[in-house]
């Protein structure tokens, strides 16, 4: 019983992050456009207190629930991961999630150190956008991918 709410405290969690990193890319970046460059300044910075309170959460639920499904049912098949599809394609997710997590860090430096700027910005947007995008379609296809 406790593999499913783990499992859907995941599900949850990814869907907060994910939902987040998509509108920043697909509505922030054109709604730049439209808005007063005063206002976007102010726009963005709401946004980004709210990530930096909300986000830590976030990733801890999905990391958390992502090592506890782990050790509950894939430790066997992660010690020898290229003896399966499905051991392949999960190692490489959780690889993909580990360099996510780094952008994360990355970011949270630069933003304390007051060195964050829009082209950093931009770039951690548009890399962790493209993760995730791969992140899904093998958390997806491990279970329908065979070789
Ligand atoms: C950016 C981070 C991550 C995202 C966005 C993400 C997203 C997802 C998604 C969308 C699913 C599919 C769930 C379903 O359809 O039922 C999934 C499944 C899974 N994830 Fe993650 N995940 C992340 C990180 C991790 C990490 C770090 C681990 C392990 C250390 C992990 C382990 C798993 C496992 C084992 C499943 C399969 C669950 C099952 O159905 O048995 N994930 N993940």
Known sequence: ??????LTLHLFAALIFIGTVFFEVLFLGSIRQQLPARVMVWVEQGIARRARSLMPWVLLV???AGLGMVWLRYLAVLA???????GTLLALKIVLA???LLHFLAAMW?????R???RYQHLIHASVFGHLVVIVLLAKGMFYLTW
């Open 110 to 114: 630069l933003f304390k150190r007051g």
């Open 80 to 86: 020898s991961p290229l003896t399966s599809a499905f």
């Open 1 to 6: 019983m406790i593999y499913p709410l783990i």
């Open 116 to 118: 964050m700027s829009a």
């Open 98 to 100: 580990v360099s996510v």
């Open 62 to 64: 999905l990391f958390g």
